[in-house]
């Protein structure tokens, strides 16, 4: 198929946090606080932040690579290992048609800008679609309206969105890299996770899809007189029971997960009864709760309407990633 000019673009650089979503953080649209990689305050364009070069380009696969990513594949159901089978395919393809294609000596610049559009942009398209497809359903939330989601569709949407904002990010990847001891598997697990990142996401978000009539999905009002933050990984498990010094893993019922819409509403899919389903009005107490919780899950970016605000919460910014290492270490 021939590609336009515009579809031969290389998108380098991948934000793992959807630009649109963090100008609900924006007065003009654009610009947001947030800190930086030492920790300063700093207040620049949304397109600035969140985001990783080459994050979901696709990489060589061998064999080692292959064995890791049909070893998650086959963690999953039957019908969801058919569905990564279906996404992984074009890659393999790609990657076969690439070698014969360097191995007959020819060049031609217009085959080469295909095979490396496809390598760039393949992944980064399918999360912008997963974006676009719940652009709606945001907007309906941030009126109060939860008659949106009793639309199958877009209640579909709306978890496969869900679960790939829990895996598609850098912290979320840092934290699995972390934790793994051989050098050399963390070397195939970084290498490969551009494709698991994205079987991950297909998987949690058909988990939340299926299981949306046991959890209760709440809807979260924000009148204090702080605002919801958001981070670079702004989906959190913030279950009361979990322990932030241990590496343990939730068991299933130990799942409440926070996602702050705006800094004046959140969303949230609950095994526990912390809330009713519905609309719920919050406490200052518990805006204070998430906000360091997300801090302390972010590996650099947190992202706010103020940078006072931002000072406060700053201490807390990558513990998580760090309690990692130290139990790794001991």
């Known amino acids: 198929m021939e590609l336009t000019p515009k579809q031969l673009e290389l998108k380098r650089e991948n934000h793992y946090v959807w630009a649109n979503y963090l100008k609900n953080w924006s007065f003009d649209n654009s610009n947001v606080w947030y800190t930086t990689k030492k920790l300063k305050i700093a207040h620049d364009s949304v397109k600035a932040i969140a985001k990783e070069k080459d994050l979901y380009r696709f990489q060589y696969i061998t064999r080692q690579h292959l064995d890791l990513i049909l070893f998650f594949s086959k963690q999953s159901p039957e019908e969801l290992q058919k569905h990564h089978k279906l996404y992984l395919d074009p890659f393999l393809q790609l990657q076969a048609a690439e070698s014969l294609y360097i191995k007959s000596g020819k060049r031609d610049e217009k085959v080469l800008a295909h095979i490396e559009a496809f390598k760039s942009n393949t992944i980064e398209n399918l999360h912008t679609a997963h974006e676009k497809g719940v652009d709606a359903v945001l907007k309906s939330l941030q009126r109060y309206d939860l008659t949106v989601l009793d639309n199958i569709q877009s209640m579909c949407k709306f978890m496969s969105y869900w679960g790939h904002q829990i895996a598609r990010t850098k912290p979320f990847r840092d934290k699995i890299l972390a934790s793994q001891t051989n050098q050399e598997l963390q070397k195939i697990y970084k290498e490969s996770w551009w494709f698991i990142s994205y079987i991950l996401g297909m998987n949690l978000g058909k988990s939340f899809f299926e299981t949306r009539k046991i959890d209760t999905h709440c809807l979260l009002i924000n009148e204090t007189d702080e605002d919801f933050i958001t981070s670079n990984h702004p989906i959190i498990n913030i279950h009361e029971a979990l322990n932030e010094n241990d590496m343990a893993v939730p068991s299933d019922e130990e799942a409440d997960f926070f996602y702050a819409i705006s800094p004046k509403l959140g969303y949230m899919i609950n095994r526990s009864d912390r809330f009713k389903n ?19 899950n972010a590996d650099q970016y947190i992202i706010g309407t103020n940078e006072i605000q931002l000072k406060i919460y700053r201490k807390f910014v990558g513990k998580r990633l760090s309690v990692i290492k130290e139990i790794k270490t001991n």
């Open 278 to 296: 519905g609309v719920n009005h919050v406490s200052l107490d518990f805006v204070k709760e998430v906000n360091r919780k997300l801090a302390f």
